[in-house]
C-alpha cells in the first residue's frame, strides 16, 4: 500500500501487514509530521484462528534507484519510547520526486560568461586603427595633398572634395610698385598663379590688401586673373592696379577668395 503525508505529500511504499488491524502512528521522514494511520477499507484485516509465527517482513527497498541498494534495511514503523521525541523517520531515499510549483524554489541557473579572445581583441585593434585612418585622410586632405600633390587624384576618384577652392594653387613673384598714369599717382601689383597640384585646378578670384606698417588694412578690392582653370604644373600671369592709393601704405598681400571667378 501508499502511505501519503498529509503535510508535505510525500509518498512511501510499506507492507500493509506492517500497519495492523487497528492501525498504528507513522512520522513522515521529510517533514516530520505524524498521524495514525488505518487501514484502508478495502483492504480487510487478515483472520487468524491459531497463532502462529510470523517472520518479520522483508525491509522496504527503495524503488528508485538501483545506487540505494546497498543502504541497510529500515523499519519505518519503529515506535519512539515514552517521554522522547519520535526516532528513526522513514529515510528521505524512500521520497518520491518534490512537486514543482508551490513554495519549492528551483536552483538559479547562471548563464556561463564568455571570455573574450585573442581573436575578437585583434579584430578590434584592426577596426580602431581603420576608423582612426580614414578620419585621418578625411579631415587632413588638405595637408597630405599639399605635401603629396598626385594624392588628389584619389581624392577625386572617391568623389571627396578638398576644402579649399584655392587648394592646389600659389602665388608667386608679387611684385608691387608705385607709377603714375595720365600723373595720377597709381599702385600696380604683378604677380603669377601657378597649379602645384596633380590634377586641374578651378582659379577662385584674388583680394589684394593694401597695409601700412603697423600691419592695418588700409584698402582691399579683388580681382581675376582672366584664367578659369589651370592644368597641372601651369602657370598664369596676373596684374591689377588701383589708383591713388592711401599714401601710408606700405606693404601689399594677395590671397585666395573662397568665391569662384565670375
Sequence with gaps: MILTC????????????????????????RCHKSWHQDVPDDLPPPRLTRQVEVEAPPPVMPTMSSSYQDRPAFDPFDEPEAGEPPADPMPSFMARPEPIGGDRNLPAIHAPRRRISKFMIGWAALALVVVLLAAGLWFARSPLVAAWPPLERLYALAGIPVDAP???LEVRN?????SKI???????VAGEVANISGGVRKVPSLRVSLKNTKG??????????????????????????????????SSAVVVFTDGSPE
Excluded at 608679387?174 to 608705385?178: H, I, K, M
Design 6 to 29: 498529509p503535510a508535505c505529500a510525500t509518498r512511501y511504499v510499506v507492507d500493509p501487514k506492517a500497519i495492523g488491524a487497528s492501525g498504528r502512528t507513522v512520522r513522515c521522514a
Design 166 to 168: 584655392s587648394f592646389g
Design 174 to 178: 608679387l611684385t608691387p610698385a608705385f
Design 182 to 188: 595720365d600723373t595720377t599717382p597709381t599702385l600696380v
Design 216 to 249: 592695418d588694412v588700409l584698402k582691399t578690392w579683388d580681382f581675376t586673373i582672366g584664367r578659369d582653370q589651370l592644368l597641372a604644373g601651369e602657370t598664369a600671369p596676373f596684374q591689377t592696379s588701383i589708383a591713388t592709393p592711401p599714401a601710408d601704405a
